[in-house]
């Protein structure tokens, strides 16, 4: 089993990376919400990654953190329908504290809008998952590239509710759709750093 790679990454897009280690180019299919973390190409990345093998098809899934690496396993293994790529489209519309959220709350309909899924699916979602990552599944917060500082969005505030969830209420508060807000708040988490406050973070959202 490949728990994690680490090497040059020398391709990426929004959801592969081809990563060079021991002279081998591993191909790494990734969510969008890892591959907003990643360095430029020609730097050291590290991916934590799951392998799936199929009867006619191997292939290597990574993610930037091993909470979002648990999360894609859960995914695949417990909820029926859901596969490698239909994780992987879940997790690239929203990101790990937003999706923890929703089944903590029990939101089906902002699940349903992930794309591949639908109200069924996201009602399973909840139904097999919120047990397994309610409000106190606290994520460790690594980088790409093995650091613990940065980018991860998910550290948890007073009552375990992170400035990163906060700020994304604030702009739906605002009239944002949630997957936008979502977007906006991970772009600006990703410009400020993992100790931006509430109000910083949507600042700089609203740009």
């Known amino acids: 089993m490949i728990a994690t790679?680490?090497?040059?990454?020398?391709?990426?897009?929004?959801?592969?990376?081809?990563?060079?280690?021991?002279?081998?180019?591993?191909?790494?299919?990734?969510?969008?919400?890892?591959?907003?973390?990643?360095?430029?190409?020609?730097?050291?990345?590290?991916?934590?990654?799951?392998?799936?093998?199929?009867?006619?098809?191997?292939?290597?899934?990574?993610?930037?953190?091993?909470?979002?690496k648990d999360f894609f396993r859960l995914l695949v293994e417990k909820v029926s329908g859901v596969g490698p790529k239909v994780a992987l489209s879940i997790m690239s519309k929203?990101?790990?504290?937003?999706?923890?959220?929703?089944?903590?709350?029990?939101?089906?309909?902002?699940?349903?809008?992930?794309?591949?899924?639908?109200?069924?699916?996201?009602?399973?979602?909840?139904?097999?998952?919120?047990?397994?990552?309610?409000?106190?599944?606290?994520p460790s917060g690594e980088s790409p590239t093995g650091g613990s500082g940065g980018t991860a969005p998910e550290s948890a505030g007073e009552g375990g509710v992170s400035p990163f969830q906060d700020a994304v209420m604030a702009l739906i508060s605002l009239g944002y759709k949630a997957p936008d807000a979502d977007k906006a708040i991970r772009k600006a988490q990703s410009a400020l750093g993992q100790e931006a406050t509430v109000e910083t973070l949507i600042k700089k959202a609203l740009g």
Do not use: W
Not at 34 to 42: D, N, Q, R, V, Y
Not at 103 to 124: F, H, M, N, V, Y
């Open 5 to 68: 790679i680490r090497g040059t990454l020398t391709q990426a897009t929004p959801v592969q990376a081809i990563i060079e280690c021991g002279g081998l180019g591993y191909e790494v299919f990734i969510p969008i919400t890892t591959a907003e973390k990643l360095p430029s190409p020609g730097k050291e990345a590290m991916l934590h990654t799951v392998a799936v093998y199929r009867e006619d098809n191997q292939s290597l899934y990574g993610f930037s953190t091993r909470d979002e």
């Open 94 to 138: 929203l990101s790990l504290p937003v999706l923890r959220s929703a089944i903590g709350s029990g939101d089906a309909a902002l699940l349903a809008k992930c794309p591949g899924i639908g109200k069924k699916t996201a009602e399973r979602l909840i139904v097999e998952l919120r047990d397994k990552v309610g409000m106190d599944f606290l």
